[in-house]
């Protein structure tokens, strides 16, 4: 006969959605999602950041669906993971600082930016960014080599 042996599993604890739609602003969000541990902000709709800068800790990642572009109404710290496609992320004239770790790579089409490295907005050592219009003889992209707003950035060198 056949014999079938049982493993134990460690319980997978899922995480916890939370929808911009359901919010006013990033700041209404921010509070109703507090300490929760693996949550994750999906931008859905239209949000700006809120009154006055806020922080999205380090518990919670934010992942930015394609034609939701969040309003810098107001500075924003992004701590915890952020994910968005190649489409815009952010419209609004104030400032946004990736905290170390949040991003590995930096798309300049989050901000419908040019062909430079970025001059506004903080970034972590190592973040690097590609040149969205690459040509003979420009550069290929960039890499943070000092941490700041913009941050230090070295050239990958020229195609």
């Known amino acids: 006969g056949l014999a079938y042996g049982l493993t134990t599993i460690d319980p997978v604890v899922p995480a916890t959605y939370y929808y911009s739609m359901n919010y006013d602003t990033l700041a209404e969000a921010i ?3 507090g300490d929760t541990d693996a949550c994750t902000l999906i931008i859905n709709s239209s949000i700006t950041v809120g009154s006055s800068t ?3 800790p380090a518990n919670v990642n934010v992942q930015v669906e394609n034609g939701y572009p ?3 109404d107001h500075n924003l710290v992004i701590n915890g993971q952020f994910e968005c496609g190649l489409y815009r992320a952010f419209t609004g004239a104030s ?3 990736f905290g170390a770790g949040s ?3 930096y798309e300049p089409v989050w901000f419908n930016s040019s062909t430079q490295p970025p ?3 903080g970034f972590a050592v190592g973040t690097i960014t590609k040149n969205i219009a690459p040509a003979v003889g420009s550069p290929k992209g960039w890499v943070c080599t ?3 707003t913009p941050g230090t950035w070295v050239s990958e060198g020229n195609l």
Do not use: C
């Open 31 to 33: 509070t109703a999602m």
């Open 95 to 97: 400032t946004v600082t």
């Open 146 to 148: 000092v941490a700041g």
């Open 119 to 121: 001059t506004t907005n």
């Open 54 to 56: 806020q922080t999205i």
């Open 70 to 72: 969040i309003t810098l």
């Open 103 to 105: 991003i590995r790579y």
